[in-house]
């Protein structure tokens, strides 16, 4: 069961990076000086990417669990 654990550390890896990369979306529509309305748009549309990233990240800790559970 070792490559579970290794598939879920990867899972949770590109979670990370998804995470990371909502982050900076974020703060650079921060930086943008955007009115409210605009700002609220920016981020309406990056909300899927960090909702996935979380899934993602939860899937990949659940999967290296598993694995080690099994090993």
Same mark, same amino acid.
């Given at each position: 069961m070792q490559w579970m654990i290794w598939v879920? *550390?990867? %899972? #949770?890896?590109?979670?990370?990076?998804?995470?990371l990369l909502s982050i900076v979306k974020v703060a650079?529509?921060?930086? *943008?000086? %955007? #009115?409210d309305d605009e700002l609220r748009a920016a981020v309406q549309k990056v909300v899927p990417l960090n909702m996935g990233s979380l899934f993602l990240s939860v899937i990949g800790l659940m999967a290296v669990m598993v694995g080690i559970s099994f090993s």
């Amino acid at each position: 069961m070792q490559w579970m654990i290794w598939v879920g *550390a990867l %899972l #949770s890896v590109v979670g990370l990076i998804g995470l990371l990369l909502s982050i900076v979306k974020v703060a650079q529509a921060r930086r *943008a000086k %955007l #009115s409210d309305d605009e700002l609220r748009a920016a981020v309406q549309k990056v909300v899927p990417l960090n909702m996935g990233s979380l899934f993602l990240s939860v899937i990949g800790l659940m999967a290296v669990m598993v694995g080690i559970s099994f090993s």
